[in-house]
């Protein structure tokens, strides 16, 4: 879809950080936060759009979900396709191209609805024979990438590229809320699981640890909850009165 010249970040040569998988201290995320911070302000060229204005590059596009990180976008199509925009730096575009504008995202899976974090990305995935997991047909779990220095894309492995949380197999996930450097969800049993960072105790947790893999939040047991969204650090959850 559209051309554009090269992505030029100022975060691209301190993004290559180090393992991007390594737990860090809380002092570590923050750092990381401000770099992130610091290169949206150092951007050149970046416009500000006061107004809602259409998209014209997806006029002819019916699009049926959309989720926005902190300098990234998701935009979910009807016929399937996932396509994503924006800074790359954490491999939360889930695709190698950097070029601007509107790009599919190298996923193998049927995306049904998408969620952004600051710079982590994640779809609920209908899965079929082909996607080799141990899920049955039908089944649905969630596929994850970009930045994972919290675990916040609850698996261990390449962040870059979309792949399958394998701790929720079985669980059938049917929603997915992020939120900086976390991440919680809904499954079709009513039931929240939540990880990555668990700083300030976001993760509803007694203690402030990250949680590498989801974590089933027992403490909702015997509540009917409708939804959970996460905030920057925090979340909420709507239950039946």
């Given amino acids: 879809m559209g051309n554009g010249h090269l992505e030029s970040s100022s975060l691209e040569s301190s993004s290559t950080m180090h ?7 809380s002092s570590d995320l923050e750092v990381a936060e401000k770099k992130v911070l610091q290169g949206m302000e150092e951007e050149n060229n ?8 259409l998209v014209e590059e997806l006029r002819n596009v019916q699009v ?3 989720a926005c990180g902190l300098d990234h976008s998701l935009v979910l199509c009807r016929d399937g396709a996932l396509l994503s925009c924006g800074s790359n730096v954490y491999g939360q575009l889930g695709r190698a191209t950097k070029d601007l504008g509107f790009f599919p995202v190298e996923i193998n899976l049927t995306p049904i609805s998408v969620a952004a974090g600051l710079g982590h990305s994640l779809a609920i995935c209908q899965l079929d024979e082909s996607d080799g997991s141990s899920d049955t047909v039908g089944a649905t779990n969630i ?6 220095q919290s675990s916040q894309l609850g698996r261990p492995g390449p ?3 979309p792949a399958l949380t394998h701790a929720l197999a079985g669980e059938n996930p049917v929603s997915v ?20 960072s668990g700083k300030n105790g976001r993760l509803g ?13 027992d403490s909702l047991e015997g509540f ?8 920057f650090d925090h979340n909420l959850v709507l239950v039946a009165g």
């Fill in 46 to 53: 970046m416009p500000i759009i006061w107004e809602p204005r």
């Fill in 205 to 217: 947790l007694s203690s402030s640890v990250d949680e590498v893999e989801p974590f089933y939040l």
């Fill in 224 to 231: 009917q909850i409708l939804q959970a969204v996460s905030g």
């Fill in 159 to 161: 962040a870059n590229l």
């Fill in 177 to 196: 809320s992020a939120g900086r450097a976390h991440t919680v969800a809904l499954t079709s049993k009513g039931e929240m699981w939540v990880w990555g």
């Fill in 143 to 148: 596929a994850s990438w970009g930045w994972n």
């Fill in 64 to 66: 049926v979900d959309i």
């Fill in 19 to 25: 393992s991007i998988n390594a737990q860090i201290t």
